[in-house]
């Protein structure tokens, strides 16, 4: 069963109800990946941007080019009981070993594919029924103080998500892309941009520009979908940001994974084949993302379709 919770108010507010209501598994989660689990009263005041991770690594980035992402992700550390830094360390191409952002935290290939149709678009992505041993995902509702309120799946420690989609029909999901050659630099993690986009965009020609010009590390396609039915994949890669567009007569766009699987994919959908056979891997579960309705759906392997949550905007007053 999935969880599901509700964080409002500043990004720090919103981190701190993550963080707390989730601090055993977090904990345990930072425990297992050789994380610094100890966070003093002395450690707390010290300033955001000193240490080797927050003064002159990933960390850094991150307080520079996403300073929301960078408040949420204080306030889980300070409801967990962790020290910034170590959250930070989670978002270090290498360190993260959920496979949710990039080819270096996993072997699994995952997809996403963008239907355009009368629904205005829908979402699928690949998920996996757990992340890693001991990291399960949740079902989050964000309302956030200033912009778009929004729905997403994530893991308990992120401050960003996988997937989600907010109340002016904005559609978002990261994938891996292989065939991108993975960077080991400190620029921010693309993930970051997910929550970005769907605080601040409610159209795909705003979010493409965002994530376009944003420096981001590379490896990963960003798919992006809204209730006009439009669609296009942000291809994040060492040379820069690649923009892949649905064509006017084409039906489907799909991201992640090898050009190999991505065309056979391509192949099954457009020759009617059922969506979620289509691009689900063996043993996976998939996530549906429906713009119009602003709704998500999970199905886990052997389950059947349920709808989850759905976010609207809130009422005039």
Known sequence: ????????????????????????????????LGG???????????????????????????LRHHPHMAERTDGIARGARLPLS?????????????????PAAS???????????????????????????????LLRHSVPEVGFRSVEVTLPWQASCVAGVNERGLAIAIVPEP???????????????????????????????????????????????????????????ADGCRVRRSAPDQATLVCGGSSDSRAEIAKRLDAGDDPLRAIQSAGAGALFVNPRARSIRV???????????SVTAPESP
């Open 1 to 32: 069963m999935m969880r599901d919770i509700s964080c409002e108010g500043a990004p720090r507010d919103q981190g701190l109800t993550q963080g707390a209501l989730f601090r055993n598994e977090i904990r345990d989660w930072v425990a297992r």
């Open 36 to 62: 610094d689990a100890h966070r003093s009263f002395l450690s707390a005041l010290r300033p955001l941007t000193s240490g080797p991770v927050l003064g002159t690594g990933v960390g850094r980035e991150v």
């Open 86 to 102: 170590s959250l930070m360390e989670l978002l270090i191409p290498g360190r993260n070993q959920a496979p949710i952002s990039g």
């Open 107 to 137: 072997d699994a290939v995952a997809h996403a594919a963008l239907l355009s149709g009368a629904d205005g678009g829908t979402l699928l992505r690949e998920l996996p029924a757990h992340a890693a041993p001991g990291c399960r995902f």
């Open 179 to 237: 065939e991108c050659t993975p960077s080991y630099s400190f620029a921010p993690p693309a993930i970051l941009l997910v929550q970005d986009c769907l605080q601040r965009f409610a159209d795909l020609d705003s979010a493409l520009e965002w994530c376009a010009e944003r420096p981001s590390a590379p490896g990963v396609s960003i798919a992006i979908s809204d209730a006009s039915g439009e669609c296009a994949a942000a291809v994040l890669t």
């Open 299 to 309: 199905q886990w392997p052997g389950s059947s379709e349920v709808l989850l949550a």
